[in-house]
C-alpha cells in the first residue's frame, strides 16, 4: 500500500461544477496536510494548509481532513477554466519531516 | 505566502557540459531546500534534501556526483548537473521550508532543462 494515494485522472467537469478531489493515506502520524496545484510547467502553489482534523474555507475552496478516516478533500465550488491543473495533496508529520505527496489529480473544467 | 525563485527559468545546453541551477528564498530563511524532477505528465520526484551548511541527503538511485548540490547560505541553493546528457532533459523544481513555514513546502517556478 502507498503512502498517500490519489487517483490520477483525468477528471473533467463543466464550468461551474463542484469538484471534489480526495486523498487517502496509511500513516497516523501526519498532523500537517496541504494541497497544491501546479499548472503545467510550472512548480506547485500552495492552495491550502491544514493541520489536524477539520475544515478550512478560502474563497471558492474549501479543505477537507479526516484523520480517523485518514481522509482528506478539497472542494472547488463554481469551478472555472483557470482551474484546470493538476491537484497534489501533501502532508507531514512536522516541523519539515517526512513530506510525502500524493501523484496528483488531473483537472479540466470544461467553458 | 513566502517567495521562492529559481533561475534560470529555462537552459538548453551540449551534451557533456554542466548546467548551473539556482533556488533562492525571497522573503524567509530557508533552513531546508528540497530538489525535485519532473518528467511530463508525470509527478514530482525528490531528488535530495539539503540543510544550510551542511551536506545534501540524496534518494536511492540519484547520483551525488552527477546533481551536486550546495545550500551554502539561509537563502541559496544550487544544483548543478555535471556532464549533462539529454537523458537528465527534465524539469527541475526547488522548494523550501524554514522560520515559522517549517510545516509546509513552498516551490519555485521550476527550471526546464534540455541537454542537445
Known amino acids: 500500500q502507498k503512502e498517500v494515494e490519489q487517483d490520477p485522472g483525468p477528471l473533467s467537469v463543466p464550468e461551474g461544477a463542484i469538484v471534489s478531489l480526495n486523498c487517502t493515506y496509511s500513516?497516523?502520524?501526519?498532523?500537517?496536510f496541504m494541497w497544491y496545484r501546479q499548472y503545467s510547467r510550472k512548480g506547485p502553489e500552495l492552495l491550502m494548509y491544514t493541520y489536524s482534523s477539520g475544515n478550512k474555507e478560502d474563497g471558492r475552496f474549501t479543505a477537507q481532513v479526516d484523520k480517523s478516516s485518514k481522509y482528506i478533500s478539497l472542494f472547488i465550488r463554481d469551478s472555472q477554466p483557470s482551474d484546470s491543473a493538476t491537484y497534489l495533496c501533501?502532508?507531514?508529520?512536522?516541523?519539515?519531516?517526512?513530506?510525502?505527496f500524493g501523484p496528483g489529480t488531473r483537472l479540466s473544467v470544461l467553458p | 505566502g513566502a517567495v521562492v525563485s529559481q533561475h534560470p527559468s529555462r537552459v538548453i545546453c551540449k551534451s557533456g557540459t554542466s548546467v548551473k541551477i539556482e533556488c533562492r528564498s525571497l522573503d524567509f530563511q530557508a533552513t531546508t531546500m528540497f530538489w525535485y524532477r519532473q518528467f511530463p505528465k508525470q509527478s514530482l520526484m525528490l531528488m535530495a534534501t539539503s540543510n544550510e551548511g551542511s551536506k545534501a541527503t540524496y534518494e536511492q538511485g540519484v547520483e551525488k556526483d552527477k546533481f551536486l548540490i550546495n545550500h551554502a547560505s539561509l537563502t541559496l541553493s544550487t544544483l548543478t548537473v555535471t556532464s549533462a546528457h539529454p537523458e537528465d532533459s527534465s524539469f527541475y523544481i526547488c522548494?523550501?521550508?524554514?522560520?515559522?513555514?517549517?510545516?509546509?513546502?513552498?516551490f519555485g517556478p521550476g527550471t526546464r532543462l534540455t541537454v542537445l
Open positions: 500513516n497516523s502520524a501526519f498532523q500537517y
Open positions: 501533501a502532508m507531514s508529520v512536522g516541523y519539515g519531516q517526512n513530506f510525502v
Open positions: 522548494s523550501a521550508i524554514g522560520g515559522d513555514r517549517h510545516h509546509t513546502q513552498y
